[in-house]
């Protein structure tokens, strides 16, 4: 394996779990959890039921991983660098946000309330496969603003080092599910839900501000390499 494609792998796992301690991801978890212990589910079922749910979840980052490089390996065959650019553009876009929102809680984008009718009712109404299926599907698009743009931003990584995409989105995925997965754990343990969302409550826009940072260091970096393929060129 090349150099460039064992920088990726870290660059991958890091990423993910920067962007894995999300205040939303954490509450999906959290409320899931509570919500099965609520119907007196038996804690071996609510614990299985859990980790279930982040095997989905990771299991569709890998899918959207390999779908997103796809494309855009479609798409940069006709606009080269442009695409790369844009991508760069708005991740840096997306990071300023969740710094701003460090500093000014109030969003400047809101969740749709569709989107939270629908993350609620799978949550706390129903159990089942192909609940944990939705619920996994709504969480993603509830993240689009960090784990979305982490994707598009790994995915041009990856097409610029031709680099295979299970090198980068593996560790990415497995990244992005241990905050998660040490939610579940606490909760299994014994730690109350109310705890867990106490926590993420005190320390959100520390996550955020992370996020922001982590996003916009990508983009630079990204920004960085097109700049030289250009200088070179020249």
């Known amino acids: 394996m090349a ?9 991958g796992l890091t990423v993910g779990l920067s962007v894995g301690f999300n205040p939303t991801l954490i509450s999906i978890v959290s409320i899931y959890m509570a919500s099965m212990m609520g119907r007196q589910t038996k804690k071996t079922y609510y614990t299985l039921a859990g980790l279930f749910l982040l095997v989905i979840f990771a ?3 890998l899918l959207i991983a390999v779908l997103l490089t796809s494309i855009l390996s479609n798409l940069t065959i006709i606009y080269s660098d442009s695409m790369n650019l844009v991508i760069a553009i708005l991740g840096v876009i997306i990071g300023t946000g969740l710094i701003w929102r460090y500093f000014w809680p109030k969003p400047l984008m809101s969740v749709p309330v ?4 629908a993350l609620n009712y799978s949550t706390t109404k ?3 496969i192909f609940n944990t299926l939705n619920l996994a599907i709504f969480s ?4 689009l603003n960090t ?3 982490t994707l598009l931003l790994l995915s041009s990584y990856s097409i610029i080092l031709s680099s295979p995409v299970i090198v980068w989105s593996l560790p990415f995925a497995i990244g992005l599910i241990i905050p998660m997965y040490f939610t579940v754990a606490v909760i299994t343990l014994g730690d109350k839900v109310s705890a867990v969302i106490s ?3 005190n320390n959100k826009k520390t996550m955020r501000l992370c996020s922001g940072l982590i996003i916009i260091l ?3 970096l990204l920004l960085l390499i097109i700049s030289t393929r250009e200088i070179i060129v020249l």
Request: glycine letters at 6%; aromatic letters at 12%; hydrophobic letters at 55%.
């Open 3 to 11: 150099m460039s494609q064992v920088s990726l792998a870290v660059i």
């Open 59 to 61: 299991l569709l980052v």
């Open 114 to 117: 569709s989107l939270k009718k």
């Open 126 to 128: 129903k159990t089942g």
């Open 140 to 143: 993603f698009f509830a993240s």
């Open 147 to 149: 784990v979305g743009i």
């Open 199 to 201: 926590w993420k409550e």
């Open 218 to 220: 990508l983009s630079w």
